[in-house]
């Protein structure tokens, strides 16, 4: 039995990301929530322009791209052996060489309740109902955004020099170090129902996750920047395992200082980190108090050995975080 947050009540809990990372932090709250009453709300990016989602921007001229939103519903699936069989279903790919080839069923199934309902919260409710969603599932602008980043190095024949790099997947895979990443248009429309959630949460969760592309332009989206600073809410940072193209170079502690350069005013209460990746702790101790924070290390890492979150590990290091009286 779920043991409540103070004086009983659920504990709120705003998971902001997008793609793999949030996916793990999740089904890491799903398995808390089996030790702690938890109201979960995702905010997920929408800014990818690869893949499956590019392809229907670009085909059918999306509202949003859904496959980050695809992979936040199925990781609060419900257990209920046919909601698990639908979340399972939307995540299928098709497999060939035709039109469908590449596309998750859960994809064309957002994309058909996106262009029959005309409005982005009712339909990723529906889709929410259809695999029992054990949370909310909201998109971080109700429109797609672009990601552009000034990289430098990311052209072999200008070596040294800084050139734009326009495109969630183009800045992902980009060579060389990003100098700065922005959101296109500046000042998206953003849900209400995210910013009430994000006033009413109890906690706000940043990462893991591709930090430029997932975790970062929440916070360049002006609506969501103002609620995150003036919410009373506590805030969590869990930090990623390893950097990949878009990080390279960044150590623990940039990945926690980028945080505040892009949000000055953000406060952080906790940053949760594995002992065994984060490498030397004591600049990211540093890091973390320079945002007001504690350093929390766990192992949060799968067994196999590679640089990836274990939604249970997870969990279960947020239980005693997020079940802390506030």
């Known amino acids: 039995m779920a043991r409540s947050g103070a004086g009983g009540a659920a504990v709120r809990v705003v998971a902001f990301g997008g793609g793999h990372g949030l996916a793990a932090a999740l089904r890491g709250l799903r398995r808390a929530a089996d030790e702690i009453d938890l109201d979960i709300t995702a905010i997920v990016t929408v800014g990818d322009d690869g893949g499956s989602s590019g392809r229907l921007l670009a085909e059918r001229d999306a509202l949003l791209p859904v496959g980050d939103l695809r992979q936040a519903l199925s990781a609060l699936a419900c257990d209920d052996p046919v909601r698990l069989r639908t979340a399972q279903l ?17 994809n064309l ?9 005309g409005d982005p919260v009712h339909a990723l409710e529906h889709a929410a109902a259809m695999v029992g969603a054990q949370g909310r599932v909201l998109p971080m602008a109700r429109h797609a955004v672009g990601i552009e980043a000034d990289v430098r190095d990311a052209d072999p024949a200008r070596p040294g020099e800084v050139v734009t790099v326009r495109g969630q997947h183009a800045v992902a895979v980009a060579l060389g170090h990003v100098e700065a990443v922005r959101i296109s248009p500046p000042d998206p429309p953003t849900c209400p129902e995210a910013i009430e959630a ?5 906690w706000l969760l940043f990462g893991p996750g591709s930090w430029y592309t997932s975790v970062l332009p929440h916070l360049l989206v002006p609506g969501l920047a103002e609620a995150i600073v003036a919410s009373p809410a506590s805030r969590l940072v869990t930090l990623n395992l390893a950097t990949d193209n878009e990080t390279s170079g960044l150590s623990a502690a940039d ?3 980028a945080l505040g350069w892009y ?3 953000l406060r952080v209460d906790t ?8 490498g030397e702790p004591e600049p990211v101790h540093q ?7 504690r ?8 067994a196999d050995g590679s640089p990836r979150h274990d939604p249970e590990s997870l969990g279960v290091a947020l239980v005693p975080v997020l079940g802390a009286a506030r």
């Open 198 to 202: 994000i006033r009413a949460a109890d």
């Open 287 to 293: 890091a973390a108090e320079s945002l007001g924070a």
């Open 90 to 106: 939307m995540q299928h790919r098709f497999a060939g060489d035709d039109s469908l080839a590449g596309h998750p069923v859960g």
């Open 263 to 265: 949000l000055p005013g």
């Open 255 to 257: 990945h926690l200082a």
């Open 271 to 278: 940053v949760l980190a594995d002992a065994k990746w984060v």
């Open 109 to 117: 199934l957002l994309l058909g309740l996106l262009e029959m309902l």
């Open 295 to 302: 350093l929390i290390l766990a192992p949060l890492a799968v």
